[in-house]
């Protein structure tokens, strides 16, 4: 399941929002990812079963280069390196591609969920002739 957000509650109230910008950054760019070549989704953990089920679904092409930016940044990872900044992911570049799909997901389990959990009975013929 995805966790809980306050973007929403966030990006509701632009004062909150411009107040929050530059300490979002801030953090992004300290985490580190971006230094690798990784965008925000590849450092999803792999292994939740909707995960899972959600990396099978992607595009062939988005796909492909999930697997090149992973194997890259584990290349980097080892040598105790970071990319050369003009390999660096740029913030523009750095938007969901995988929880999209996992919110897709989860909204086909919870309506699955909710599609076996329904108990359906047969009406009683004598009780709406008397109505």
């Known amino acids: 399941m995805s966790t809980p957000s306050l973007a929403p509650f966030i990006l509701k109230r632009k004062w909150l ?8 950054n801030w953090y992004c760019n300290a985490a580190g990812y971006r230094q690798l070549g990784l965008r925000a989704d590849d450092i999803i ?48 570049e750095d938007g969901p591609y995988l929880t999209s799909i996992i919110k897709e997901i989860e909204a086909e389990m919870a309506e699955r969920e909710d599609l076996e959990a329904m108990v359906v009975q047969k009406r009683d013929n004598n009780a709406t002739k008397a109505h």
Do not use: G
């Not at 929002?17 to 979002?24: Q, R, T, V």
């Not at 697997?67 to 980097?76: D, E, I, S, T």
């Open 45 to 92: 953990p792999e292994e939740n079963d909707m995960v899972q089920l959600a990396l099978k679904r992607l595009p062939p092409k988005e796909a492909y280069d999930r697997v090149f930016r992973l194997r890259r940044a584990f290349q980097c990872s080892v040598s105790h390196q970071l990319l050369p900044k003009e390999q660096w992911t740029k913030p523009e």
């Open 17 to 24: 929002a411009s107040w929050m910008k530059p300490l979002s």
